[in-house]
């Protein structure tokens, strides 16, 4: 594994993961519109932290495309999934 990229794998589950605890925190705080605001800076959050976990210059990351994009889909769907559900969830408690 060179230090140019990081593996298209931990990208992905690393996003994943952090969809999943987006989700959560939305559900559970009870946000509303606001909770979109927290699913993105998070992604954001996501873009800065996997060049960091692999040592790669933030100067650097305009070349990689795959950072951006890569584990968006995932991201967007299991964070919506998970809000609604904790949502929902905690409204019934």
Do not use: H
């Amino acid at each position: 594994m060179s230090k140019q990229a990081a593996p298209p794998g931990t990208i992905y589950w690393v996003r994943l993961i952090l969809g999943v605890f987006s989700g959560i925190v939305c559900g559970v705080l009870g946000l509303d519109v606001e909770g979109t605001v927290v699913g993105i800076a998070l992604y954001l959050i996501s873009i800065l932290t996997v060049p960091l976990m692999y040592g790669i210059p933030l100067r650097n990351i305009s070349q990689y495309r795959e950072f951006y994009t890569m584990g968006f889909g995932a991201y967007l769907a299991i964070w919506f999934t998970v809000w609604i559900l904790v949502n929902t969830f905690m409204k019934t408690l």
